[in-house]
């Protein structure tokens, strides 16, 4: 079952995350086939104030062995970090439960 992964950065993080967003757009793009959606969080300004991540692994040790690879987290840069299972049932306009 997916697990949807919610960060929450430190204060003062902001230029720590753009110097190591490269670095995690690549851990994502290769770890991508784990991926069904991922993001950042913003305020109304439109300032990063964490991410959301919804992975296809089957255990809360993948999730969290998945989340402890980003560079994000090997920066220490989360103030916060939560796991919990995730059940789809909408994506992208399309539904995956029995609507009868």
């Known amino acids: 079952m997916p697990y949807l992964i919610s960060t ?5 993080t902001g230029e720590l995350r753009a110097e190591i967003r490269p670095a995690h757009l690549r851990y994502l793009d290769s770890t991508k086939h784990l991926l069904i959606a991922c993001g950042a969080k913003l305020d109304e300004d439109g300032v990063a104030t964490g991410s959301l991540y919804l992975v296809d692994v089957e255990t809360r040790a993948e999730a969290e062995e998945y989340i402890a690879g980003d560079p994000f987290a090997q920066a220490d840069m989360f103030r916060e970090v939560q796991i919990e299972r995730w059940r789809k049932a909408f994506v992208d306009g399309k539904s995956f439960v029995d609507l009868g």
């Open 8 to 12: 929450f950065d430190r204060p003062g």
